[in-house]
């Protein structure tokens, strides 16, 4: 029996490996892929490497008559400019974003590269994904990304690999690429990221940076990107949009930089695992569910982690526009700092006022949540912690509902026992004379 189960797998392997077919394709003249082809290449090879100049009509040769494209390698191309009706955009179909749209420009990954437009007899349409393609190089001279180039190829998976050459993201170029995974890394040559242009991408992972070239985030441009636990906002935004990081993985602590005017519905709704919340004095407009949350989902009970919120604004930010801004947030625990002279205020404008617990920030101020010099190592960790300290501090450590588990007072860079945790996430309050400080502990 062992042997025949071998013999099955053995020879699963051998057709696999014979599945694999090659092609490398020097295109001198754009637009004539489909020519160096053959009828039986098209729906036979899986790996295609492409020399040369290509241009949007190569593109369509490529997303629609080759079913069996699972790795591409464009790193040797040059796209060049096209014109005309036979490019990815199909000038017939009535879309949410263009509506015959027949230009194509140099050094761009078109529009719809990978996603195939249709219309049906009675008007309406809609789309065709890709899930075969796996893998794919860019030029190493391309610009900009088209709308929706890659939308919903569900089959892209590893690191996402943006040159350092793009400048434009589309919106949502890599929407519903689910299979990517690791750091999502955006150039600092980008200074556009279109609205839902990584959205649903919950394969990305850890801590996720905005160029600085970058003055604005769009709406839904990461929304329900699960996998990210926290994001450093460029001193160059000026705006984060609505559903900006909708239902993310943040967790610990998140600071708007003094850039950022204004922030829109939903922007980071339904991130639990934040526990600190830093507001600039530059923030004028707040919208709807912006920092909100969700208790319970269909039974499930959510635990809601935010403990702090620093607002820097000596008048509150008038919400009675913005239902809802910190739906859910435990008003009877959660603190909110605020400026010297300005509780009363807060305490006589809607929903700041729904906060019990509003306090002064001391006159020597608070200091900055997310200072270099006051970290942990290791983190995540298993037996024992250090903070980055000098002098003498306390430490509070909470369970993720607010428990506290422990209190010690450390001096220097005191190890800090841990053994007796059982496997999760903490909530770490250092407290130094007039300053405090919130991390996240992860615990194995």
Known sequence: MKKSILLIFSLCISIAM???????????????????LTLKEDTT?????????IDARDFVTMRDSMPNLYILDLSLVNIVAYSGPNGTFYSKF????????????????????FVKLYQNTGGSG????????????????????????????????????????????????????????????????VTSIGSDAFAGC????????????????????FSNCKGITSVNLSTSIISIGDNAFYECGLIGVLNIP????????????????LTSLSIPASVTSIGTKAFAFVAETLGVVHVICLQSIYDYSVMPINLTSSPNVFNDVNYN???????????????????WQDFLNIEEMPATGISPLNEDNMYLFPNPAKESFTINNEGSATVDIYSMNGTLILSKTVSGKENIQISQFTTGLYIVKIIKENAVSIRTLIVE
């Open 333 to 351: 625990t959660c603190a909110l700092y605020v400026p010297t002279g300005s509780v009363t205020r807060y305490e006589g404008f809607a929903q």
């Open 94 to 113: 009535i879309g949410l974003h263009y509506e015959g749209s027949t230009n194509y420009l140099a050094n761009e990954i078109p529009c719809y590269a």
């Open 258 to 273: 003094t850039s950022v005017q204004s922030i829109g519905k939903y922007a980071f709704y339904c991130n639990y695992g």
């Open 126 to 189: 809609g789309a065709i994904m890709n899930k075969i393609l796996s893998s794919i190089i860019f030029p190493t001279s391309i610009t900009s990304i088209g709308i929706e180039a890659f939308a919903y190829c569900q089959g892209l998976k590893g690191t996402l690999n943006i040159p350092q050459s793009v400048i434009s993201i589309g919106s949502g170029a890599f929407a519903g690429c689910e299979g990517y995974t690791g750091t999502l890394i955006i150039p600092q040559s």
């Open 18 to 36: 014979h599945a694999q077919v090659s092609k490398t394709v020097n295109v001198t003249t754009a637009g004539t892929l489909n020519k160096l």
């Open 202 to 221: 919950d394969g990305f992972t850890g801590t996720l940076s905005i160029p600085q070239s970058a003055t604005q985030i769009n709406s839904g441009t």
């Open 45 to 53: 090879v899986t790996n295609l490497t492409i020399t040369g100049s």
